[in-house]
């Protein structure tokens, strides 16, 4: 419950493959704080689907729905929040704003079942750099995570099995990456300037199997 982080949380129900709610959570957001310096970007799903299930082809309804919220989604909070960020005063470095957006090691090394989802990570890796440097312009910096295995909603869904045998194939620490840890690195990139254009790997050293 964000109100039991206290007043300077505020939460708005969003969809972000919507336009419309989008604004209004940036709008509402400015005018409660008076303007928007930072932007992350963690919405994502990641059902696996095979290309060719027992049912037949992988249905498009599947594919559209990953790439419109994981890639398109991005997007669409990318530049809405970046037109605000213009407005803000620039600090000693001409900086305005920062948007951190997340990807996956899974937009570089894929399994089995994760066409849909590897291909919307990736997505959010090759945008990362034109963005940036269209941005720099403008004082605003453009990074994106790669997280590996983490404990979140989306791998919790996973059968227990699958979550125990997942949870171990990182070399070290040999465990799931923690909430606070990416926090940590998100926190690193708001206050490090020179952080800017790039992906950045935050997976104790793993390299996804093919499955």
Same mark, same amino acid.
Request: aromatic share 6%.
């Given at each position: 419950?964000?109100?039991e ?18 604004? &209004?959570? #940036? ?6 704080? %008076?303007?928007?310096?930072?932007a992350?970007n963690?919405a =994502? !799903?990641?059902?696996p689907t ?20 994981n ?11 970046a ?5 803000n005063?620039p ?6 704003g920062?948007i951190?957006?997340? &990807?996956? #090691? ?6 089995? %079942? ?6 919307s990570k990736? =997505? !959010?890796?090759g ?6 440097r ?11 995570i ?6 979140t ?7 227990e ?13 040999s465990r799931l ?9 998100v ?9 800017n254009?790039?992906t950045i790997?935050?997976?104790a ?7």
């Amino acid at each position: 419950m964000s109100s039991e982080l206290g007043d300077a949380v505020l939460f708005f129900n969003t969809d972000v493959t919507n336009e419309e709610t989008v604004r &209004a959570a #940036i709008n509402n957001t400015i005018d409660t704080f %008076g303007a928007i310096h930072v932007a992350i970007n963690c919405a =994502g !799903v990641g059902t696996p689907t095979k290309v060719l299930t027992k049912e037949g082809p992988m249905p498009m309804k599947h594919f559209n729905q990953v790439m419109q919220i994981n890639l398109v989604g991005t997007m669409i909070v990318t530049r809405l929040v970046a037109e605000k960020m213009l407005k803000n005063t620039p600090n000693e470095d001409g900086e305005r704003g920062v948007i951190i957006n997340t &990807a996956s #090691i899974a937009a570089f090394e894929g399994q089995i %079942g994760q066409a849909a989802y590897s291909a919307s990570k990736a =997505g !959010v890796v090759g945008m990362t750099l034109p963005i940036a440097r269209e941005f720099a312009d403008y004082g605003i910096r453009v990074v994106t995570i790669a997280p590996g295995l983490f404990e979140t909603p989306m791998f919790a869904g996973l059968p227990e099995k699958a979550r125990e045998a997942l949870s171990k194939m990182a070399p070290f620490p040999s465990r799931l990456g923690k909430p606070s840890e990416f926090a940590l690195l998100v926190k690193q990139i708001i206050e490090n300037p020179m952080l800017n254009a790039c992906t950045i790997r935050l997976d104790a050293a793993l390299r996804m199997a093919g499955k």
